[in-house]
Every structure is written in C-alpha cells, then in structure tokens.
C-alpha cells in the first residue's frame, strides 16, 4: 500500500460517522449491509449515511454490490488489512513489542506514579 493511498484511508476512517459505519461493516462480515440497515443500525439518516459510504469507497475501504434491488456494501478486507500491515510494518525497528494488554497495565502503572511520559526502555 502506497502512503498516499494510506493517507486517504485514515482521512476516510477520522471522522466518527465513517468510523462507526466501517465498524459496523466488519462486523457484519462477508455478507455486508444494506444501507437501509446500516441506517437503521447507526440511527443515521440516509443521505448523511450515502455521503459517509462514498467516502469509504472513495478510500477503497468498503465495497459496493447491486443484489437485486438492494445495495450490499461490504468492508474491503483486503485493503483494511493492507492499511494495518503498512501501519505495523517493521514495529518497534525489531525490538521487544509490547504484548496485548500489556501496555494498558502497563500505562496505568505510569498513571499511578504520576508519570505522563516515559521512554520505551521502561516498559519492560
């Protein structure tokens, strides 16, 4: 994934509406949703709904599909992934990464002894 291309993503996913539309899109898998659904899901009003589901597909982040009568968009997972690789490639320059959950006991460790900044050789 080219930079500009990461750029467009998260300037499509930074403001709330299309977030909580992209987020209810992956939840929704595979199968994707209607817009009626996502609407009625989000409480967004349909033309608010049509401009943010633009956006994402403008970003590449979503997908559209005519079944029938009815619109399905779906997450594009592969971009989506393709944004998270780019976002996490080469982490920590090879050093030891913070393990899932870890930094948030971690952070409120340094929370309770006040500290709001610290470097990353004292996580350890």
């Given at each position: 994934?080219?930079?500009?291309d990461?750029?467009v993503?998260l300037?499509a ?7 909580r ?8 898998g ?9 609407a009625e899901?989000?409480?967004?009003p ?7 589901l633009r956006e994402?597909m403008?970003?590449?982040l979503?997908?559209q599909?005519r ?5 399905i ?9 393709g ?23 971690l952070l409120?460790r ?15």
């Amino acid at each position: 994934m080219e930079e500009s291309d990461v750029i467009v993503a998260l300037a499509a996913l930074a403001h709330p509406a299309r977030l909580r539309v992209f987020r209810a899109l992956v939840v929704a898998g595979p199968k994707g949703m209607t817009p009626g659904a996502l609407a009625e899901v989000l409480d967004v009003p349909a033309s608010t709904l049509s401009f943010h589901l633009r956006e994402l597909m403008r970003a590449g982040l979503t997908t559209q599909q005519r079944d029938g009568r009815s619109l399905i968009y779906r997450t594009a997972f592969d971009r989506m992934n393709g944004l998270m690789g780019y976002l996490t490639a080469n982490c920590c320059a090879g050093e030891w990464c913070v393990e899932a959950g870890e930094s948030e006991r971690l952070l409120r460790r340094f929370a309770l002894q006040g500290q709001s900044t610290y470097r990353i050789n004292d996580l350890s």
